[in-house]
């Protein structure tokens, strides 16, 4: 058995709305492997920083590596979840780092068209990353409120695999409660 995460879009209760006008307006909750929640957080972004046109990743259950999240331009490389699409045991048991993933194990599908995907209803390369304090930094991963994120990532280790599920039903993230 593994940690399991789950993300609730729209899932929270007290969203935050920075001055660019992205949103943190979505929970994220990790149960540990005896499905105890070890982590909760209402200040969670799931779709692109305003004015970037990028893709949103669809509802769907999928997996997690811990690894390093080296985002774009010059940050330097921090821990975070990597996001990935596997079929078969054997091949989830492979993964040692997010090296070992292949293009089409990090590419799942967007609710809207994606421009960096010629139009394409895909999105690549997400993570769950620390977000900003004035945007949320973000060009479709999955982002949390930087107050909380080292709480967050303090409950994984390095190279840590696991289950994740991105679920758009916010009626059911409050009957969960």
Excluded: Q
């Amino acid at each position: 058995m593994t940690k399991v995460v789950k993300v609730y879009r729209g899932g929270s209760e007290t969203p935050i709305t920075l001055k660019n006008g992205d949103k943190y307006d979505s929970r994220i909750e990790v149960y540990d492997e005896r499905g105890a929640i070890i982590f909760r957080c209402d200040k969670v972004n799931t779709d692109p920083t305003v004015n970037h046109k990028g893709g949103i990743i669809a509802p769907m259950v999928g997996n997690f590596i811990c690894d390093y999240h080296t985002g774009i331009g010059k940050i330097k490389p921090y821990k975070a979840l990597i996001i990935f699409n596997i079929c078969s045991e054997k091949r989830f048991l492979s993964v040692l780092t997010k090296d070992d993933l292949t293009d089409g194990e990090r590419t799942f599908k967007s609710t809207i068209p994606n421009p960096t995907h010629d139009g394409r209803y895909e999105i690549s390369y997400v993570n769950v990353h620390r977000g900003g304090y004035n945007e949320d930094v973000s060009r479709g991963c999955i982002t949390i409120h930087p107050e909380f994120y080292s709480a967050f990532i303090s409950v994984f280790k390095m190279g840590e695999k696991g289950l994740l599920e991105i679920i758009e039903d916010t009626k059911k993230c409050r009957r969960d409660r």
